[in-house]
């Protein structure tokens, strides 16, 4: 079994330098060795960063209040459908929404079919312990191509996804006014960069490349792009969300971001050395969503709504209020709602796009 520094010093002597995004794919995913494959205790105050999820339960209750919300037209209409979620980690999230539908929406629960779309077979087997109570109502899949023999009815979201698919970094040659594409080649006490012509990318945006500074840095993400564009081609019918960090495409380009926003975490700490102790620290980048937006409208979807995650979880709370679909609110509750939604908390940077069919 070689870890991801091997495989990845093994890439590099057959090519010479490779882009950051293989880097960034193996270290992540290599098969039971990288980061995500390996380590299942990475969230939470024992782990290197914290997630909505990790807070408690009461963000996974939101959204199953949400769901239950648009899926209320199906279950009047008694057609099949489906809850799919993408990049589901130990199945926690899965947890608390199934939890909460089965306790306040059990006629929806027992119609209800939760899809988990995951590669990773390690994953899927903390899935499963994890899920176990609601084995009848839970599906395993590998890839979209498993859904694509059925017409796909309900909802597929992400939570924290979009920002883990390997991006590439492009650099400005101020002096050359080009852009070129950070690589990564093999230093005798680890891994470095190296510049890679990529006369291809370009943002077309003369005004702004004029005033960018030598060695402004940027990344995109095929990957997930991608990712978001096979989502949308099978769904038939209902919505397409994305929880994550991220900006607009004007936002992207900001003085105070002149290296991007690559970054690795380790136990809570942040660190801008990308390169080091691959497969021991994660890797992510804020999320493009008007790249992504445009993905889905290309796909036919409409964009129902852009906001920020404490816009989309205040205006669920109110409803849920209203309708006294919560009726112990306690101390607890109250601070998982403010560490979900406060500035300083994980209310500052996350964001919330919602499509539909």
């Known amino acids: 079994m070689k870890m991801p520094a091997a495989l990845i010093r093994e890439e590099i002597r057959k090519n010479g330098v490779i882009s950051f995004a293989r880097f960034m794919e193996l270290a992540l995913y290599c098969p039971e060795t990288g980061y995500y494959e390996s380590q299942k205790d990475i969230v939470g105050r024992r782990g290197d960063f914290i997630t909505s999820v990790s807070t408690g339960s009461l963000f996974g209750e939101l959204l199953a209040f949400q769901f239950a919300e648009w899926l209320r037209e199906f279950e009047i209409s008694n057609l099949k459908f489906q809850i799919a979620e993408a990049g589901a980690h130990d199945g926690k999230l899965a947890a608390d929404i199934l939890s909460w539908l089965q306790s306040h929406r059990p006629k929806l629960f027992a119609q209800i079919e939760y899809v988990i779309l995951e590669p990773s077979a390690s994953r899927q087997v903390w899935q499963r312990e994890h899920l176990k109570c609601f084995a009848p109502r839970v599906r395993w899949l590998s890839q979209f191509n498993d859904l694509t023999t059925q017409q796909f009815n309900g909802i597929i979201f992400g939570n924290e996804l979009l920002d883990a698919f390997p991006v590439h970094r492009y650099g400005w040659d101020a002096t050359q006014k080009c852009w070129f594409e950070w690589g990564v080649i093999a230093e005798a006490d680890g891994f470095g960069w190296a510049k890679i012509s990529n006369p291809q ?58 290296r991007g926003t690559l970054r690795a975490y380790h136990r809570h700490h942040v660190s801008d050395d990308l390169l080091a102790q691959p497969g021991e620290q994660d890797l992510t980048a804020h999320v493009n969503f008007s790249a992504i937006q445009n993905a889905g409208e290309a796909a036919g979807l409409k964009t129902d709504g852009f906001c920020t995650q404490p816009q989309f979880l205040t205006r669920i709370l109110q409803k849920a209020v209203a309708e006294k679909s919560f009726s112990e609110w306690s101390a607890s509750r109250t601070r998982q709602f403010q560490t979900l939604t406060h500035p300083e908390h994980l209310g500052r940077a996350f964001r919330v796009l919602i499509q539909s069919r």
């Not at 702004?208 to 019918?237: F, H, N, Q």
């Open 201 to 258: 990318f370009s943002i077309r945006n003369p005004q702004l490349e004029a005033v960018l500074p030598d060695g402004y840095t940027i990344e995109t993400s095929p990957a997930a792009e991608s990712w978001w564009r096979k989502a949308a081609g099978i769904l038939a019918r209902g919505k397409l969300l994305a929880i994550d960090y991220g900006f607009t495409a004007e936002e992207m380009f900001s003085s105070a971001r002149p």
